[in-house]
C-alpha cells in the first residue's frame, strides 16, 4: 500500500489535507537535501534550538514485535513532532510490510498539524543521512573501500548516503552473518537498484547527480561471509543489524576507520566489541538514549564509558561542520535515532510538496 504523507493548508473553513503516496515522496526527497537537513538538525541540538522528549517502548512480542515513540521540537523551524514506528517480524509471512507506523508534524504557532507522514518511508531516508553526516564529519575524505554490515532494508539507504559524502568510494562489500544470501543477492543487483531508486531525484543537484552516475557505475561490489578480513581492509563500517552479540572484534578494526553503528536502539542489541570504545573516539546522536539503548549501552554496562562522558555529534557539528580525520585515530558513531531527525526530512518533504503542489488534497 502507498505510503501516505498528509500536508494540511488552513482555510476559513475548513483544513485542507494534501495527501502525497510513497511514490510522491520518494520524487521529493534527495539524498543531498535530506543529508543537510539531519546535519542542521543535530546543530540544533547542539545549540539548543532542538529538543528531543523521553522515547517510549514497548515489546510486544519479544523478539518479533514492538514499538517506540519518539518526539521533539525543532525550534527554529517552528515544528514539533512525534513517531510511532512499529515492527512486526512475522508481517513478511503474510505480505505485510514489518515496519508501520507514522510521523506527525505540527506548527509551534498555532498547534495545527502541519503533516502526518508514514514512517517506514522516511526513517530510510533519515537514517542513511545520519550516517553520512558522521562520516561526511568523522571518516576519511579519500576513503575507497565501504563495509555494509546487514543486508537488510536500511543497507541500501546506508551505501548511497555513503557515496552521496564520500566520492572516492570504489569497493562496496556487504556481510550478512544471519543471512548471507541476502548480500549475495544484493551485491548482484546493488548499483541498478541504487540507480534507479535515488539518482532520478539527485539530478536536481547537477555536479553531485553527474558525480554519482560516474561513481556508481565504476562501483565494485561484492558479499563476503568473511567479517574478518573484510572489516581490516575497510575504510568505513556501517553496521545496521538487529544483533544482540558483537560481530565486529575491536582489534579487527584499523588506525584511521570510521564506524557508524545504526543497529542498536533498544537494550540488549549489540554490534561491536565494546572495548572499541577504549581507542576510538566515539560520539552519540543523544548522550542520555545512547547511554540506554545504543551501542554505547555496552560500554557503559562494562565500565569502559560513563553517560557523562560521552559526546554528542550536535555538540561537534555546532563548533565546525569541517572534517575532522587523522590518520591514526579511530572513530564511531552511535546513531540511535532520534527524533529530530524525522521532523526536519518531514518538513523538507513538506516544503518541496508546497512548492511542486505535490500530492491530492482534500478536506479534512
Known sequence: MDTIFWLFAKTQEVVIMRILTSSDLQTLLDFPSVIDAVETAYQDKGTGQGVIWPMIYHEFISDQADMDIRSGYLKSQHAYGVKLLSWFAENEAKGLPELNGTVTIYDDQTGLPKGVV????????????????????????????????????????????????????????????????????????????????????????????ERL????????????????????????????????????????????????????????????????????????????QAAQVGETQNAIRANILQEDQLTEIGDLLATSTQNQWTPNQMTLFDSTGIALQDIAAANLALEKAETLTAGHSIDL
Open 118 to 209: 508514514n514512517a517506514a518511508a522516511l526513517t530510510g531516508y533519515r537514517t542513511g543521512a545520519a550516517g553520512a553526516v558522521a562520516s561526511r564529519l568523522l571518516a576519511n575524505p579519500d576513503a575507497t573501500n565501504l563495509l555494509i554490515v546487514g543486508a537488510g532494508a536500511q543497507a541500501l539507504y546506508q551505501i548511497m548516503a555513503q557515496l552521496t559524502v564520500l566520492p572516492h568510494i570504489s569497493t562496496v562489500t556487504i556481510v550478512d552473518l544471519v543471512a548471507p544470501q541476502k548480500a549475495t543477492q544484493l551485491a548482484e543487483t546493488l548499483t541498478q537498484q541504487l540507480s534507479e531508486q535515488f539518482l532520478p531525484t539527485i539530478d536536481t543537484h547537477a555536479a553531485v547527480y
Open 213 to 288: 552516475t560516474t561513481q556508481l557505475s565504476h562501483l565494485t561490489v561484492t558479499a563476503s561471509d568473511d567479517l574478518e578480513n573484510a572489516t581490516k581492509t575497510a575504510q568505513v563500517i556501517v553496521t545496521a543489524t538487529p544483533s544482540t552479540k558483537a560481530m565486529i572484534q575491536s582489534d579487527w578494526v584499523q588506525p584511521g576507520t570510521h564506524l557508524n553503528t545504526i543497529g542498536a536502539d533498544m537494550t540488549g542489541k549489540q554490534e561491536v566489541d565494546e572495548t572499541i570504545f577504549k581507542t576510538a573516539n566515539s560520539y552519540v546522536d543523544d548522550r542520555q
